[in-house]
């Protein structure tokens, strides 16, 4: 996996037991941000097109879906725990915008020949949300986004699969979370079980239901609620 120096900036030490939104919290739970979306389409899996909402299922796969804290080789013979939600899409899947913000960091990749940006939030310019491989960007630098604008297509990872990363963070905390932690409370559920149905039907496919250890998780999709970044 190839990321830049500022994606890199976010790899876990370890798991923090914060908690999401507790009353009386630090700045990274007074509630002002919010995310409204996962960025993609989710849906029930078809097995005559082989999708599940923009998610390409292929057997070649071992993850369909990369988890908050999904454990994966680092390149160097050791491993790392992701502090993104990573997914593998259809090539014409549009990304949209999950929070209100600005484009605060807008980055060309070269050796993945896409694209990566940052949008700070307005409310609470702590917080900050990473996209990751971004194709066909419909955004720039400076540009104000709001919650399901369109920002771009998924960046290539095969012949046949394309891949995003979103990304929170908080610069006052030094922290990145799980989505949920954020999230619009009316929709929480909603996504939530998107997340569930999509994990239960990639095990389902694969015939394996050790994929994910989701038992553990304390929010669907996410294996911690936060991590240390540096």
Known sequence: MIRSSWFYGFVSLACLAAACKKPGGGPEENG???IHNLGVKFGSYNAGTG????FIFQASQNKVFLE???VVGDGQGGIKELPTFEYRLDKDAWITAIASGTVTRFVYQSETQDYEFSVRSD???DWTVGYDHVKNPRVGMGDRVMPGDTLGNPGTWSATLVRFEIMINNYATGLSYCPFCCF?????LV???RVRLLVDQ???FKGDTTIYDDHLWPWPGCRMESMVTY
């Open 123 to 125: 409310e609470d310019p």
């Open 191 to 193: 996504y939530q079980n």
């Open 68 to 70: 908050f804290g999904a």
């Open 51 to 54: 999708r599940a909402g923009d």
């Open 202 to 204: 990639w095990e389902a």
């Open 184 to 188: 619009l409370p009316e929709s929480t």
């Open 32 to 34: 002002t941000f919010t």
